[in-house]
Every structure is written in C-alpha cells, then in structure tokens.
C-alpha cells in the first residue's frame, strides 16, 4: 500500500465536493451522510494517515444523535478494511478528540457530528496526528481516492484487517487536559455556576470539571436521548440560561454547543457575552500579563468592529480571516498567534488546544474572574459592539453572487446608504442551506430594515 508521503493527486473540478468549511455534513441516511459514504471516508483517512511500518490507529468520538451510532460502525469498518485499527470512545467533545489524538499518538482522529446542527443532520470531521483539522488539499485527495474508486482493489487479509476496541478512560484523560489548563494556584470554590451542554457530547464532561475544581454546578442540557441536541438549548439558544443564572443568583452561565467547540456565556446580571466579548477580555488579560504574541488577535469577518476598538485600545490589532475556525487556526499557525476565534463562540488558545474548545475557553474566561474579582458585566465593559443584525435566510440552491444582479443591486444599495459608518457581508453558510446577511452601522432600527431588504432579495432568487 502507497503510504500518505508518497501521494501527489488532488481532485479534479469535476468531482463532487463532500467536505465544506467544517468536514463532511448533511441530513443523516442522505447523501452524503449515507452508511456508504461513511465507509468509504473512513477507507479513504485510512489510506492517507498511513506512514510507516508501525500499526496504525484512528481514533473515533461522537455526539449524541441517534445516527451517531450508524455512522461510528460504518465509519470504523471502512478504516478496519484498511488495516488500521479503530479506538472508539463514545460521545466526547470534539476537541478531546483532537487532543487524544495527539495525546495517545495516534495516526488521525475522526468526529461524528453536526455541531450545531438539529438531531437530523450528521456530519465527519477529521484531524491529523498532529491534532490539527486536516487541510484543504488531503480532503481534496480523500474525495478523490473515493470518486475515482482507487482503493476497490487495496484489501487486507488475515491479520493486516483493524481491530476495534473501546478506550474506557478517555473520559478521565480529557478531564485532566482540561484541568491542568486552569492555573494551579486558583480555585473555583464560592462560585455558584450554570452550564447548559445542549445534551451534547459534553454532557458529563464540563460539569465533571467545574465540579472538581470546586464549583457549586447548576447543570442544563445533560439528559440527551438522541434527539434533543441543540432543540432550544445551549449556545444557539440561551434564553433557558439566561433565566436560571438570575432566578438562582449565579455568578455565571456557560453554554456548550452539541460538540462543544464553541461557547457563549451569560453574565450574573443574565446578559449574553458572544464570542467577541469574550475574545476581548480575554486578550486584554493577556496583554496585562504580558503573554500575548505579536500584540495580535485573530477574528473572522464576521466579528463586530466594536472588536477592533476595544484591542487597538491596549495596541493590539486584529487579523481578519474567512469563517471557520478552521481559517483562524491556520492563520494563527502561520504567523505564531496564540488566541484567535469567532463571535459565534469558537475561541482558540493555541498554546493549550489546536481547535475551539469551549470547556477550556469557559475555563479561561473564570480564572480572569477569580484572579479580578470582578464579575464578567464589569469585565465586558471594554467592548462595545456596533448594532449588528445577521439575518439567515434559506436558499434550495447556492449560487454566485456575482451571478444574481437582483442581490448584488440590494446589497450596493445599502453599502451606499450606510457609507463609512457600516459595512455589509453576504455570505452562504457552509454547514447549512442558508445565506447569511451581515448589517453593521449606527442606527439598529435602519440596518434591520437593510438586512431584511438583502434577505427579500435573496429569497427572490433562491427560495
């Protein structure tokens, strides 16, 4: 078998494309998120991840959908069918995966999830030896080994087929990682926390940590049954945490997503902090104690420019990258930054973690807490966000801009309209049939009108 090194084929344009901004995702049981395809991702990661001699291993983690369970026997057949052995460790966070990857030297990690996503879609996601999510050009070869069937012949007999076993403590591993990221001279005693996991994967993971590092837990979102990921609760939907941090006078909510790569918390007052709150604070600390990197932080387009202004007043400047924390990791990387993330509430600490993580980020954000002994409202009034509307319209096909003179008119319309004082991102959402309209400028009620009036258009040309 031709290891990984050895491979210099890309996809050709004519194939289909199966990954987007964040692994492979679609209604479970539908193209792509079939059984089928399933095995043939996992023949295909098995193929690229081998180099050497030594048996290699591909670690698999999950959600909580019920398709999960489809996915993870199909997923790890294909990889066995390969000669790569499989360690499956149930439903964890996506970042354990990817730091148990690298923990336990294994050749690649694989997650079965769609994030964020309602309980019907599913998704695959992969990661490298080195935890990091595999770049553009191996997804390119994994779709092309799969559409140009270059592994039908490659079958392993006898004693080269994968074994599968269950890796029983990956649990407690991943807890010890995620303690040893919370300083050790600080305690979470005398604070009275709520974490909503969404019944997600980290439905006994984060409230286990907060619990051991001395915190008096409130838990929302850890009874999932296969269906209840994501449906009114967690990061997407924090109105249930918002209502139980007052009602029991806590000093803060933490909200999980179904993987648990993003966070956005609730202040004791009951406030939503976004993703870009927590970024500034967080750099603000960092620069206080003199542990930032290049005085940089790197945020996607999405981020409000109430951002900018409230790093550039500490001298930090911020780096804009397409959505994705897959595009912030990779800028970071290739400039040596160390926190980056996205207002939605994926937050990178590259010097702990190689993808959004939002236990560690919530962690992060309570040892600033405890060290101020100020509470997160006080924390948060060095940013101040320009009004903001992000509209998502749904769209049955996603077409070139460029390509809808009806929209692109809508959208130089309002840029006219706001002028300097505002800015308008039209963008597809790459895990969703959706658009999503972006409207910042002085006046809230005026860029609602405009959003909505990009949204009309939008829906005139593909709903």
């Known amino acids: 078998m031709r ?20 692994g492979v995702r679609g209604t479970a049981n539908v193209f792509p998120m079939t059984a089928e395809m399933a095995m043939q991702l996992g023949r295909a990661l098995a ?19 019920l398709s999960g369970y489809m996915i993870e026997h199909a997923l790890a057949a294909g990889i066995m069918s390969m000669g790569v052995d499989v360690e499956l460790v149930g439903p964890l966070p996506t970042p354990a995966i990817a730091n148990l990857t690298t923990s336990m030297r294994a050749d690649a990690g694989a997650v079965i999830s769609a994030s964020h996503n309602p309980y019907e879609d599913n998704g695959i996601k992969f990661f490298g030896r080195d935890g990091f999510k595999l770049p553009d050009d191996t ?19 006898a004693t080269r087929i994968g074994s599968a076993v269950r890796l029983d403590d990956a649990r407690g591993r991943y807890i010890v990682f995620l303690k040893n990221t919370f300083p050790r001279e600080l305690t979470l005693e005398g604070l009275k926390l709520v974490i909503d996991c969404a019944h997600g994967a980290a439905y006994r993971v984060a409230p286990e940590v907060l619990e051991e590092l001395g915190a008096d837990v409130i838990t929302l979102g850890v009874e999932p049954d296969g269906k209840n990921i994501n449906a009114g609760c967690g ?34 007052r009951g406030q939503v902090v976004d993703g870009d709150a927590i970024m500034a604070i967080c750099t603000q600390e960092l620069v206080s104690r003199k542990l930032l990197k290049k005085k940089a932080l790197v945020a996607t387009v999405m981020s409000n420019v109430g951002l900018e ?54 962690l992060q954000v309570l040892a600033l807490m405890v060290r101020s002994g100020k509470p997160v409202s006080e924390l948060t009034r060095i940013f101040e966000p320009v009004p903001q509307v992000l509209l998502n319209v749904v769209v049955k096909e996603k077409r070139e801009l460029a390509h809808l003179p009806e929209v692109t008119k809508a959208i130089l319309q309002v840029e006219k309209r706001l002028g300097r004082e505002g800015r308008v991102l039209v963008r597809y959402s790459g895990t969703e049939p959706k658009a999503r309209v972006l409207v910042e400028g002085a006046d809230a009620k005026k860029i609602k009108q405009y959003a909505e009036e990009i949204g009309a258009a939008l829906k005139r040309a593909l709903g």
Do not use: N
């Open 309 to 362: 202004r409230a790093v550039s007043a500490f001298g930090v400047k911020v780096v804009r990258t397409a959505v994705g924390d897959r595009a912030v990791v990779e800028q970071m990387r290739k400039h040596g930054y160390t926190i980056g993330g996205e207002q939605s509430g994926h937050l990178v600490f590259l010097e702990h973690a190689t993808t959004g993580d939002g236990t560690l980020a919530a």
């Open 47 to 65: 193929y690229i991840c081998r180099a050497g001699e030594h048996r290699h291993r591909v670690i698999i983690g999950k959600d909580t959908r």
């Open 235 to 268: 990061a997407l939907h924090p109105q249930g945490l918002q209502k139980v941090v007052v009602e029991h006078g806590a000093h803060l909510g933490i909200a999980l997503d179904g993987d648990a790569d993003r966070l956005i918390v609730v202040d004791e």
């Open 139 to 157: 997804e390119r070869k994994i779709e092309a080994l799969i559409f140009e069937k270059a592994l039908d012949s490659l079958r392993p007999t």
């Open 3 to 22: 290891p990984a090194t050895e491979m210099g084929e890309s996809a050709p344009a004519a194939h289909p494309r199966l990954f987007g901004t964040d």
